[in-house]
């Protein structure tokens, strides 16, 4: 080992591994003397294949928390296919480091807290970036990330707070959790085609992330994915989706639509919890279940059109949605949980005003009224076109008409009901039918 005082430059070329895994070298980087940012590091040594080791804590990693080192350079170990973990965890003023061309593993948070980093070129041949690498690391402000990566692990970015944009490589297929989360300077990312799962809070907290497109291949979001994410106006979900997890666009107070995709069965709870700005949502007819507090507080909510096929409310649903004036609650809801509907001031004042002592009375007395429209409606438009369809004089067309009437079985309501209807009105088709179908308008 050379130690040039004036240039402030450690060399080591001898007995480097020695000096590495023995803590002789953390411990002389780690002299206050030094001060912060001073020494800049050169590791040579065309043998060496490992520095530090997968198996050691971040108190005995080789090079860590030494807040001399400014820069460091390991393109001398030409050999070198791994960093291990936590090899340069808390060197709070390193602004860069110069990899081999050799390299193929990161290890776990081997960077994290290198609040001085700025950049970071990774070589073509790295296949592996373990958990955490470049957690906290808030001065980063670009990545490239090479083609052969395939796998993004758990917090890899976390906190990464000067982070604009990242390239992920085509061959990318899988986002661990909280990969970028608190990445409050990311503004667009670009997922590859082949990406199949976003994992736990990918995206929790990126204030100023504005716009993601979601590759076909996804079928479910993880808890948390975009929980937070302010600025977040648009999101184009795959029609392949068929769950989203618990808080999933939590706090996203500029989204104002989602178009859920049809093959969608379950919202978890807290889904669009806090999302201020949401005017409309657009509900598959397959969704079977609400979890509890889906739109909870979604002030700005005016109107929910519930599918047909729903079973079940959870608990708090629309609670405080003070805008909410329509909903549409189906026959088929058995489970309503507790205070769906609580703080919902327009529906409560219509409820009264229509003399119901609930809301959830004046929304299924809404519904029917609704359906039973649909369906008169339905049944005068088939009368009319037998009529039509007829030969004779008008009386005789209209007989026609009534006695091939189509028996239609796929409702609740007695069809029989309707011929009565046309029968009593005199033949004429018109006037009985239109003023029973009055009394639910």
Known sequence: MSFDPGAQEIVIDKDVDNELHSGALRDRLQDPSLGEGTITLIIRDPNITIIGDINLDWERAPLSRCKSLLRVDLKGCTKLTQLGNYVFLGCSSLTSVSLPDGLTKLGKYVFHKCRSLTSVALPDGLTQLGDGVFYDCSSLTSVALPDGLTQLGHSVFYKCSSLTSVALPDGLTQLGDYVFQECSSLTSVLLPDGVTQLGDGVFNGCFSLTSVALPDGIRQLGDYVFCDCSSLTTVALPDGLTQLGYSVFRGCSSLTSVALPDGLTQLGSRVFWECSSLTSVSLPDGLTQMGDRVFYECSSLTSV?????????????????????????????????????????????????????????????????????????????????AVNEANGTEAEKNATALAYFPTDNSSTLDVGLFLQTMNASGGDGVIGLVGYILKFV
């Open 305 to 385: 059109a519930l599918p047909d096929g729903l079973t079940q409310l959870g608990s708090y649903v629309f609670k405080e949605c003070s805008s909410l004036t329509s909903v549409s609650l189906p026959d088929g809801v058995t489970q309503l949980g507790y205070g769906v509907f609580d703080g919902c001031s327009s529906l409560t004042s219509a409820a009264n005003s229509a003399g119901f002592d609930t809301v959830e009375l004046y929304l299924r007395d809404r519904y029917k009224c609704v359906i039973l429209r649909k369906l008169f409606l339905r049944l005068l438009g088939k009368y009319n076109q």
